[in-house]
């Protein structure tokens, strides 16, 4: 994807960001260790006006060859209208057009029964766009903290991912 090419499905664009964007540079996230390594692509989520992010890491830490490690941020007034689910959909487009094999999403574990809405902090949904974008939850992963991380994966080999 060049620098000024935009991907879009009608409803929400991904375009890298600009210098007058908000949020040029992301908060730093919860699960940091897991994405400290390897280069990243931060494209900013647009409908209508710029309501997240979505980062592309396709060389973190622990992954395999041609896996890209996909974290999507929304501001809180855009969550709730399927943005995440349709910027994680681009996102899986971008990177199977870059050659990549695999999508990764990390999220907070989940617990049988437990209400992931109501102030489970950040990444609290992540579990739910990723099911809702087409992943399968693959097993969980540990953080050096102890935190348990579910993993979802999609297989991008194929035009229907």
């Given at each position: 994807m060049r620098e000024e090419s935009k991907l879009s499905d009608g409803v929400v664009t991904l375009s890298?960001?600009?210098p007058d964007d908000p949020g040029r540079t992301p908060a730093p996230h919860?699960?940091?260790p897991w994405r400290a390594h390897g280069?990243?692509?931060?494209?900013?989520?647009?409908a209508g006006r710029l309501v997240g992010t979505v980062e592309l890491r396709p060389a973190a830490a622990g992954f395999a060859r041609g896996d890209v490690d996909l974290c999507v941020s929304l501001r809180p007034?855009?969550?709730?209208?399927?943005?995440?689910?349709?910027?994680?959909?681009?996102?899986?487009?971008?990177a199977r057009a870059a050659g990549a094999r695999r999508a990764v999403?990390?999220?907070?574990?989940?617990?049988?029964?437990?209400?992931?809405?109501a102030g489970a902090g950040a990444g609290a949904g992540a579990g739910a766009v990723?099911?809702?974008?087409?992943?399968a939850?693959?097993?969980?992963?540990?953080?050096?903290?102890?935190?348990?991380l579910?993993?979802?994966?999609?297989?991008?080999?194929?035009?229907?991912g």
């Open positions: 890298p960001l600009g919860p699960w940091e280069p990243v692509r931060i494209l900013g989520i647009r007034e855009a969550r709730g209208r399927g943005l995440a689910t349709r910027a994680v959909l681009l996102a899986c487009d971008h999403v990390l999220a907070p574990a989940e617990t049988p029964g437990a209400d992931t809405a990723a099911r809702r974008a087409g992943f939850r693959r097993g969980q992963i540990s953080r050096a903290d102890g935190a348990l579910d993993w979802h994966v999609k297989e991008l080999d194929t035009p229907e």
